[in-house]
């Protein structure tokens, strides 16, 4: 039992790059989002998926794009990188709402 | 909008001393309340957590306090240890998957 992974730790992309982070979940849980964590700000909400087929933005969606076509994978795309979006990604599970998030390692984004 | 304020952000304290992080929500629809513990290098673990139809809960060392008509929730850490020492969250959550995140208390206990 992996719990949630996330791929890769670590990210260099020049700025206008495009990259997608990978996240997979194996406990069969149907609420996955992705927050980015920055110095001084917390976690702060990107997008979140509570099933296959359905996604919705956070507090902070621009620039960012998921989509959710397993229960498994939940995928973040950035399809222009920016200096802003260097940070720590991090991305969870939940069996529903309401209840324990599970967290990956993070992946640590330096846009240059 | 929905704000989770979280105070203090750096806190040091002796091994064996207690431990006591504050966060206040603005929504009073939010009816659930987590703390995450966060280690050097990883993500967050849940490290207990309150519904608002409960005023305190405990687990071992470790308690988190509801007054919700003041709308904040507190995390207390007793006979504290050197593995206590990580950066902890406080968030707050309606019936939807939202949570929203304090920012953060850096704690150190010094041995």
């Known amino acids: 039992n992996a719990g949630v992974t996330q791929t890769p730790k670590f990210q260099v992309l020049k700025t206008g790059q495009s990259m997608t982070l990978q996240c997979a979940q194996d406990?069969?849980?149907?609420?996955m989002s992705w927050y980015r964590q920055d110095p001084g700000m917390g976690l702060r909400l990107i997008h979140y998926?509570?099933?296959?087929?359905?996604?919705d933005q956070g507090e902070v969606p621009n620039g960012y794009n998921v989509s959710r076509s397993t229960t498994e994978d939940f995928p973040l795309r950035l399809l222009s990188a920016a200096p802003s979006q260097t940070s720590v990604y991090f991305c969870?599970?939940?069996?529903?709402?309401?209840?324990?998030?599970?967290f990956g390692q993070g992946t640590r984004l330096t846009v240059v | 909008g929905e704000n989770v304020e979280q105070h203090p952000s750096t806190l040091s304290v002796q091994e064996g001393d207690s431990a006591v992080i504050k966060c206040t929500y603005s929504d009073s629809a939010s009816n659930y309340f987590p703390w995450y513990k966060q280690e050097l290098g990883k993500g967050p673990q849940l490290i207990i957590d309150i519904r608002s139809n409960v005023g305190e809960k405990k687990d071992q060392r470790i308690a988190v306090t509801l007054n919700k008509t003041a709308k904040h929730f507190s995390l207390h850490i007793t006979e504290t240890q050197p593995e206590d020492s990580a950066v902890y969250f406080c968030?707050?959550?309606?019936?939807?998957?939202?949570?929203?995140f304090g920012t953060g208390t850096r704690l150190k206990v010094l041995a």
């Open positions: 969870a599970s939940s069996y529903s709402s309401g209840a324990e998030a599970f």
């Open positions: 968030a707050a959550s309606m019936r939807t998957y939202k949570y929203i």
């Open positions: 406990m069969n849980h149907e609420y």
């Open positions: 998926s509570v099933g296959a087929g359905i996604t």
